[in-house]
């Protein structure tokens, strides 16, 4: 404990102070969400009606049973205390060991376009789009050593620096190890060469630490670089992080491959931004192409004419 001996007009200033710093602390690091209960075993009744038409196998599970062995992990203890093993009952519980081949999507700092790209596990799947992702993705919890209460912490989660690694990484180390180890085929990974402030790859992330480490030997990695629209790339597949990345793939035997905004990825970003540079129609300007080409676009011929082209 601190003691500070104020004049009495200092005494005010200090107060106000200390009162900013406490409402700030609230808003910074919110406790867990409200209802979480009800939130994940709703999502879990609700995960079986909206896999239905997508890519994921229907699921039968008994969710208040996982309920009870997720709450389990981290209910009644301190925050600080949690590690992955905490987890590993709920997460073999949980786990979808037939998600489907050549479909599994990665992302490490793309969040966005990830899943905007999956499109609700009806183009990719990800860790969000599957069960153990899906029930809690979005929610905030921390458990707290009481004895007349639930064991949530609901005013007040420690923030991820505040943390021990072990206990930062527990939940989403251990679902991105689940979920790596039962990806196979082709496997997607969305990063991106246009953040000033993180490398596109970077072996500390959850991509590095745990879902690299987790493949089969016979994944084949296929790396999406995406240029965000009006961003200046910093990176390219064979240029900074992606050099590592490829090494580090290689060392483990996967098979690996790298593509910068792909066709289906660019016009995905465009649908949000159709004015930008990057998309067809400043595209085509730029390579001086001819007004009939904006009308092509218009009338919905340039594909046609860019597989055309790219045939001759
Ligand atoms: O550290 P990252 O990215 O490489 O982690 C992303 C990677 C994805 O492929 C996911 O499968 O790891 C998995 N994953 C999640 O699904 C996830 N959802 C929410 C990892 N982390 C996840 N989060 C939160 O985002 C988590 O709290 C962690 O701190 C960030 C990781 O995001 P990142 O750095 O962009």
């Known amino acids: 404990?601190?003691?500070?001996?104020?004049?009495?007009?200092?005494?005010?200033?200090?107060?106000?102070i200390v009162?900013?710093?406490?409402?700030?602390?609230?808003?910074?690091?919110?406790?867990?969400?409200?209802n979480i209960k009800n939130i994940f075993i709703g999502r879990c009744f609700e995960y079986e009606e909206?896999?239905?038409?997508t890519l994921i196998e229907p699921v039968k599970v008994n969710c208040t049973q996982?309920?009870?062995?997720?709450?389990?992990?981290w209910t009644y203890k301190d925050p600080q205390s949690i590690v992955l093993s905490d987890y590993e009952t709920f997460l073999e519980a949980a786990k979808q060991t037939n998600l489907p081949e050549?479909?599994?999507?990665?992302?490490?700092?793309?969040?966005?376009?990830?899943?905007?790209?999956?499109?609700?596990?009806?183009?990719?799947?990800t860790l969000e789009d599957s069960l153990i992702g899906y029930l809690v993705n979005g929610l905030t919890w921390c458990g707290m050593v009481c004895t007349e209460c639930d064991g949530i912490n609901y005013e007040q989660c420690p923030d991820g620096p505040d943390l021990p690694r072990e206990a930062h990484q527990a939940f989403w180390g251990g679902a991105s190890r689940t979920f790596a180890?039962?990806?196979?085929?082709?496997?997607?990974?969305?990063?991106?060469?246009?953040?000033?402030?993180?490398?596109?790859?970077n072996s500390e992330s959850f991509f590095g630490q745990f879902e690299l480490p987790s493949f089969?030997?016979?994944?084949?990695?296929?790396?999406?670089?995406v240029n965000f629209l009006d961003k200046i790339p910093l990176e390219h597949c064979d240029t900074g992080s992606l050099v590592k990345l490829r090494e580090d793939v290689e060392t483990r035997g996967l098979s690996y491959s790298c593509?910068?905004?792909?066709?289906?990825?660019?016009?995905?970003?465009?649908?949000?931004?159709?004015?930008?540079?990057?998309?067809?129609?400043?595209?085509l300007l730029e390579a001086g192409k001819s007004k009939s080409d904006l009308s092509d676009i218009l009338s919905g011929r340039l594909q046609q004419r860019t597989k055309i082209t790219s045939v001759s």
């Open 1 to 16: 404990m601190v003691s500070v001996r104020l004049r009495s007009g200092e005494s005010v200033v200090f107060l106000a």
């Open 19 to 34: 009162c900013f710093l406490q409402i700030e602390n609230v808003f910074s690091s919110p406790g867990s969400t409200l």
């Open 50 to 53: 909206l896999t239905k038409g």
């Open 66 to 73: 996982l309920w009870t062995l997720f709450s389990r992990a």
């Open 102 to 125: 050549d479909k599994i999507l990665l992302w490490s700092g793309t969040y966005g376009i990830a899943h905007e790209y999956s499109n609700q596990r009806k183009r990719y799947v």
């Open 181 to 201: 180890k039962s990806a196979s085929g082709v496997v997607r990974l969305i990063l991106t060469g246009t953040n000033k402030d993180r490398p596109a790859y």
């Open 216 to 225: 089969d030997t016979e994944v084949k990695l296929q790396v999406i670089l």
């Open 259 to 283: 593509t910068e905004n792909p066709l289906d990825i660019l016009h995905l970003m465009c649908v949000g931004d159709p004015s930008a540079t990057k998309c067809e129609l400043g595209r």
